[in-house]
């Protein structure tokens, strides 16, 4: 409940023993129908969430009504109320909250933009995580994750990009977590943030080195590149025109293999996956074009 209460900037208006709040989900009930008397339905598992329309309802309700209303709202196992725009209870409404063991806390911020705070706030507490060996960078806006074997030479691309002038988000650990069905977010782990391992340098600091904007705090994956080694005998795409994807946490994320060996600019090849996926995503792709021109020849 403490991290809620400061990541949220909330007000305790009546405090409670519990230290934390049973919300497995980013959801939220606003209850003016159940103020009202109407229980069927009732979403008593989420916060409850007070703004104009409960409170002017509360207040509108001759004093014995109202506190009867509250006294049967509260009976309920919900996890906490939540009053906006600055509102607040009555001292014996507080003391029935407080018979409860229940939490009480207002905001300043209007209804909505709580709201949507909190959800946005509780997608990122809740959301499913996993941890990858893998390295993130921010290339043109494209959140890319670099796989591959250890010393195949994902943190000196990721170096060469960041000199290039992108972002370093995470170098060897990448947490990541699925915000939703289709998006995958990924961050470095606090204690090695903006550290990054070079072979033969050993550790260096990329925010201290480079500067604030050289940095990321998290990124969005939006597309994987497997580093590995020069394999002759591999037959490696050299058209595009199939797409491939890897499952990362039920989250299909475009991938491509990119062959490693002396003499290969990983980080402009790097650059031009990332530029290349953007123009995908707007409707253009340069090997269906090129497929179309020469099918247009053929027929000729």
Known sequence: MADLIRNLNLRVLSPSTREELAIDAAEFNRPGLQLSGYYEHFAMERPQIFGNAE???????????????????????????????????????????????????????????????????????????????AVLVDVYGVGVLLTGDSGVGKSEAALELVKRGHQLVADDVVDICRVNETRLVGEAPETIRHFMEIRGIGIIDIRQMYGIGSVLMSKSIDLEIHLEQWNEAKEYDRLGLDDKFTTIMEVQVPTLVLPVKPGRNLAIIIEVAARNLSLKRMGYSAARELDRRLGDLMNQ
């Open 55 to 133: 409170m002017g309802y509360l207040m509108g309700l001759p004093e014995k009504d109202r506190l009867a209303a509250i006294k049967r709202f509260f009976s309920y196992d919900i996890p906490c109320v939540i009053l906006c725009r600055g509102h607040t209870l009555t001292p014996d409404m507080l003391a029935l909250a407080r018979a409860r063991n229940l939490p009480v806390l207002g905001s300043d911020m209007s209804t909505t933009v709580f709201i949507v705070s909190a959800i946005m706030y509780l997608n990122r507490v809740l959301a499913p995580r996993m941890t990858m060996h």
